[in-house]
């Protein structure tokens, strides 16, 4: 498998593998970190079948794991300009679809129910591959598909700025997370609020089942998908913190704010479900 994968990648661009790691995470083959090349996986919960997305320079590749093989099989080989810096790539499955649709950036939505317009690679359509590409600059801290119709999209304070343009806000004021349909509007639901704010720029998300973890620069606050109300909670300007990993162990690294090259220390947030 693994003479197999660096064939592949040096017969499509990629010339310098810096390392190649395999991990097995739930009975699935991962591939990690190669030089311009970005990589994820996704499991299709309608169908069973598991997927491996891979960046390449000017392409994208899609394989299927075969069980009986036990190894990934290319099924799909993409020609697509993909953006410098990848900033944003994400699968989302939709049901009635054979293959997960590949997210490469959001953008603002173009009406007023859209709140953001999602810019994706189709490797089921057989015509036009990739949605039509939208000037409109953005930045995205992160996506997640929460439910079958339910993706978390996590906003900077830029962008909730564009949204809010009639509105007087302070452009560093907050950042937010919003609950959105595939299609890019809002929704909301008894389990979930369509909207979360933080008054800190958010730098990465964990997703729980029932809430959210906002980690920022000096800490950490959870809040709940349905009541907006704060879980948790960790603040420290002393203290600059990163969050190392989130696959079934939170782990949350800390330095001194006055010595960032100082030994850090490793924290692992116990007591919650696993993240999606």
């Known amino acids: 498998n693994l003479l197999y994968l660096q064939k592949f990648l ?9 390392s190649l790691k395999i991990v097995y995470n739930l009975h699935l083959l991962i591939v990690l970190t190669y030089i311009t090349t970005s990589s994820l ?15 390449l320079q000017s392409s994208i590749v899609l394989l299927e794991w075969v069980e009986p093989m036990q190894k ?31 997210c490469v950036g959001v953008s603002r939505g173009r009406d007023f129910n859209q709140v953001v317009k ?9 015509s036009s ?10 930045s995205v801290v992160h996506v997640t598909q929460l439910e079958r119709d339910t993706i978390l999209v996590c906003l900077d304070c830029k ?13 560093h004021a907050y950042c937010c997370i919003k609950i959105v ?10 389990k979930l609020s369509s909207e979360l704010t933080f008054d800190f720029q958010i730098e990465s998300i964990v997703c729980l089942q029932d809430s959210v973890l906002a980690f920022w620069k000096h800490g950490m606050q959870g809040r709940s998908f349905r009541s907006n109300e704060i879980t948790q909670e960790i603040s420290d300007n002393t203290r600059i913190f990163r969050l190392l990993g989130s696959d079934r162990v939170v ?4 330095r001194p704010t006055d010595n960032p090259t100082a030994n850090s220390n490793l924290y692992i947030l116990a007591g919650h479900e696993n993240s999606y």
């Open 159 to 171: 962008f909730e700025y564009q949204l809010n343009i009639c509105i007087h806000i302070h452009v």
């Open 181 to 190: 349909n595939l299609q890019g509007r809002l929704k909301s639901s008894r």
């Open 10 to 18: 040096t017969l499509n661009g990629v010339k310098s593998v810096v």
């Open 118 to 126: 999602f810019e994706t690679v189709n490797p089921n359509s057989t």
């Open 72 to 102: 990934f099989m290319l099924i799909k080989h993409i020609d697509f300009p993909v953006p410098c810096p990848l900033r944003l790539f994400e699968m989302l499955v939709v049901p009635e679809q054979e293959f997960p649709l590949v």
């Open 129 to 138: 591959w990739f949605t039509e590409t939208d000037t409109t600059e953005t």
């Open 41 to 55: 996986t996704v499991r299709n919960p309608y169908t069973g079948h598991k997927y491996l997305c891979g960046a």
């Open 251 to 254: 782990v949350l690294e800390s």
